[in-house]
């Protein structure tokens, strides 16, 4: 069937809207029609070639739609169903089989390879093929077939439109904060980067009952967001010394949790800085292929604490997405506060609000 995508041509070009074909459902896919589809940092980098997927390439991984039809071996959603797409995993590796999808053998070819297992592609034009499957899914098109274990089956009375953002960004804030670090009620946690990743770890922390929660960012305007979601603190880069601010915050003691999403060195040295004995920094930022940062061995070895890499919150979506939307109808996880509405069209425009700052965390609508 013909299809609207937008293609990202070649390194850092914008994107062009092209009609494409979409070939034959295989036995363990579905097919989507997408309402919207969520613009997280990792498809402007994939644009860009930081981290490669063959170009040109039709990205999105933060879908959200209704299932039109299943392939021969999906039992898991139906026709007519509401969906939330999410990252692929193999199903098969030792990984997997763990419950740790985030952590599959093959993560990188299943969500970054442009192709199927098989070597096919979903998507082409008369000049040959175009990479798709971007994290099983590829969702910035109208109608996707969607690798099963991207499909999150989701309550059909709540709004698809604000849904996508669930199955990558939002879900990676919330469970680097809910799955990973598990901080206990009373505890302090500080977020560096309060874009959608750390605006989901701040409201995390808060349904967790962290009592002390700060946000660090550059914005004031994002800072005066965090604290409308639950910061109780806020700090801002650019005013002082970060780490001795939030020593000051928690009587000189440090914090008990750091998450960490700028993925630049020098905040992340800073996050490590901050923490009390025995605590715990969790890096979810995604930097360039050979980043490095230091840290201070000596003193620091008398903390004991711990640093860790969490992917996509370390959560099985199947799992997780459902829990965060029971937690948002509670009104205890108001992630759509964090939400900006485009028109498919103007996805060059939603990308550029994203990278200034303007708009934190767009969604394109169909």
């Known amino acids: ?140 098109a109208t109608h996707a077939n969607v690798a099963a274990r991207s499909v999150v089956a989701v309550d059909r009375e709540v709004p698809l439109d604000l849904l996508g953002p669930l199955g990558c960004g939002i879900q990676t804030g919330a469970g680097a904060v809910l799955n990973e670090m598990r901080p206990h009620a009373g505890s302090s946690l500080v977020v560096f980067g309060a874009g959608a990743v750390g605006a989901a770890g701040i409201m995390a922390a808060v349904v967790a009952g962290c009592t002390t929660v700060i946000a660090v960012d550059l914005h ?35 914090v008990d949790f750091a998450l960490e999403t700028t993925a630049v060195p020098a905040v992340l040295r800073q996050a490590a800085d901050a923490l009390a004995i025995r605590g715990t920094v969790v890096l979810v930022g995604a930097a360039a292929p050979g980043t490095e940062v230091a840290f201070e061995t000596g003193a620091s070895l008398t903390k004991g604490w711990t640093f860790k890499t969490v992917i996509e919150g370390s959560s099985v979506p199947q799992v997780f997405i459902p829990q965060l939307i029971d937690l948002w109808k509670q009104g205890r996880f108001p992630f759509d506060s964090l939400i900006k509405k485009y028109p498919f069209d103007r996805i060059n425009e939603a990308f550029a609000d994203s990278g200034s700052g303007a708009t934190i965390k767009p969604v394109l609508t169909f």
């Open 1 to 140: 069937m013909d299809i609207t995508a937008a293609v990202a041509p070649a390194q850092g070009q914008p994107f062009a809207l092209r009609r494409l074909r979409l070939d034959d459902l295989r036995h363990d896919e579905v097919r989507v029609r997408l309402v919207a589809t969520g613009v997280c940092h990792t498809d402007a980098i994939v644009r860009d070639q930081v981290y490669p997927t063959p170009l040109p390439a039709v990205l999105g991984h933060e879908g959200a739609g209704v299932v039109e039809a299943v392939g021969s071996s999906v039992t898991t959603v139906r026709e007519g169903d509401h969906v939330v797409l999410s990252a692929n995993s193999c199903g098969q590796c030792r990984q997997c089989m763990s419950g740790d999808l985030s952590y599959c053998e093959d993560l990188f070819g299943r969500n970054f390879g442009g192709r199927r297992p098989d070597g096919s592609t979903a998507l082409s034009d008369d000049q040959g093929p175009v990479s798709s499957m971007f994290f099983g899914q590829s969702s910035f």
């Open 220 to 254: 004031d305007s994002r800072l005066d967001l965090a604290r409308s979601i639950g910061a109780t603190h806020t700090v801002n880069g650019r005013s002082g010394d970060v780490v001795e601010r939030i020593r000051e915050i928690t009587g000189g003691r440090g």
